[in-house]
């Protein structure tokens, strides 16, 4: 068949699938569907008890009468308070008969908030199913039409371990995501848009203040905007040097123990493990401990006479100092986990390669940058991805090495805070929950922006066949 005709065949195919998609849409279910079927508009799974699948018809009608009960008695209420978020204040009221004074309860804005949230998941919720069982009504209809049998739900059940078994292995991590990051998440977004934090003793009673928590965050002439790109400046440079010169050194280390001349490869592989069976809070911590003024780093230098008596190296206490300090740190903590991952990519080079470069007249560092270096970042490419999100958000080692200090008068941020230990103090220390939403937010779409952006570039997006 000439080339010409593969766009029409496309095209084709394209439409006979979106007629299979549209062909027991709600749109023709209501307009073509039977009596049963318009009545599963209004009585969610009469079409199933109407089409011969009483069973399943009974649990969706069930669904749809626990929604409008918990709609009745705390939906429609939590969804009345959306606006307001609440506005009765807690009181202090004289007790005459106790004599002594009394608080009544007043709202509480985080959770009226949740409750919202979690309300309105509810009300989609039901919306899907409302679609889905109006959908599945429309087709069973049609299959009786055509004269085929009905599936019962016992048989409907046996699926769910044979042809649908994708769907029960799926559902309970979906609800999972659904209910332990979509929902939380949908939370902090819309914290960032009230007015939840100390300042104005917001904490029990907040409203909704729009954009200006953004506007804060994005105002270089402000306080906490200039805090926010000096803090997003410096996770960056952080991010790129402890994800590249770990991959870089790590790289070297695994190539001079591959090395055809180096002896005793498994014991200098043992010892760089040793690095990683140690805890990492643990090394931190004892580093931490080492390099304060007077740690013993410190301590050995004022002995030793490199320093003098009452002198110390500024570890934490200089912004360079403490910048570089971390860098370093984390290349002792991260080299020994990279060199074990391009280890096995390594030994999986195919020789055949690196012999006809031999014979080509190629030398170790042509060899290298020709067809090692190619080879590992096409094989990489996703871990380096993964390594640079990982260290943006490497809470553990910027926290118990340096604290993100030091920190000026006035702010929030110390010099080496990221942005994740920044959101840390932010919201737990400082209890700006607002600006620390905000925080998160501008996080997630920096990291989303990096990471489709980095790997839709890359050699193993684009052509995943080239080293087979």
């Known amino acids: 068949m000439p080339r010409g005709h593969y766009p029409a065949l496309l095209s084709e195919g394209e439409s006979i699938m979106s007629v299979r998609k549209d062909e027991y849409s709600v749109g023709k279910a209501i307009a ?7 009545l ?3 009585f969610m799974g009469a079409g199933m008890v109407g089409h011969k699948q009483i069973v399943k018809g009974i649990l969706v009608f069930l669904c749809e009468i626990a929604f409008i009960l918990y709609m009745i008695n705390k939906g429609l209420g939590h969804l009345s308070q959306l606006v307001s978020l609440g ?8 007790n005459e008969a106790k004599q002594i004074y009394e608080y009544t309860q007043g709202d509480n804005s985080q959770q009226i908030l949740l409750f919202c949230v979690v309300t309105l998941f509810i009300i989609a919720a039901i919306i899907v199913l409302w679609v889905l069982q109006m959908r599945h009504s429309y087709k069973l209809q049609k299959e009786i039409e055509k004269g085929n049998s009905v599936p019962t739900f016992k048989e409907d059940i046996v699926s769910l371990f044979n042809g649908n078994l994708h769907i029960t292995l799926m559902s309970l991590p979906c609800l999972g995501i659904l209910v332990f990051n979509i929902v939380p998440l949908v939370y902090m977004i819309s914290m960032a848009f009230t007015s939840y934090s100390k300042e104005g003793e917001h904490l029990m009673l907040f409203d909704w203040n729009g954009l200006t928590q953004f506007r804060r965050v994005l105002n270089m002439q402000g306080n906490i905007g200039r805090q926010f790109w000096h803090v997003l400046g410096w996770t960056v440079v952080w991010a790129i040097f402890a994800t590249f010169l770990n991959y870089i050194l790590g790289m070297i280390l695994a190539m001079i123990i591959n090395r055809k001349d180096t002896k005793g490869k498994a014991f200098w592989r043992f010892c760089f493990v040793l690095s990683i069976a140690v805890p990492q809070f643990v090394s931190l911590m004892i580093m931490n401990i080492m390099l304060q003024p007077n740690g013993a780093v410190n301590v050995l230098l004022r002995n030793a006479g490199l320093i003098a008596p009452g002198a110390s190296l500024p570890f934490w206490t ?3 100092w403490a910048r570089i300090t971390i860098i370093v740190i984390n290349l002792w903590i991260g080299i020994p986990y990279t060199m074990l991952q391009v280890t096995g990519i390594l030994q999986n080079i195919p020789s055949e ?3 006809a470069a031999e014979m080509d007249g190629a030398g170790p560092v042509r060899t290298f940058f020709s067809i090692t270096l190619p080879y590992m970042l096409f094989v990489t490419t996703p871990y380096l991805i993964t390594s640079f999100v990982g260290n943006i958000n490497n809470f553990n080692v910027i926290y118990l090495l340096s604290g993100g200090g030091p920190t000026f008068v006035g ?3 110390g010099q080496t805070d990221l942005l994740v230990t920044w959101l840390y103090k932010l919201t737990i220390d400082q209890q700006y929950y607002n600006l620390g939403a905000v925080i998160g937010i501008m996080t997630f779409v920096i990291l989303t922006i990096i990471t489709l952006v980095t790997y839709r570039n890359s050699a193993s997006y684009k052509n995943e066949e080239a080293f087979m």
């Not at 073509?32 to 318009?38: A, E, H, M, N, R």
Request: net charge negative.
């Open 32 to 38: 073509k569907g039977d009596l049963y079927t318009k």
């Open 353 to 355: 390669l690196y012999e």
């Open 318 to 320: 200089d912004v360079t």
């Open 87 to 94: 506005d009765a204040e807690q009181q202090k009221v004289w």
């Open 411 to 413: 702010d929030t941020a």
């Open 40 to 42: 599963s508009a209004v």
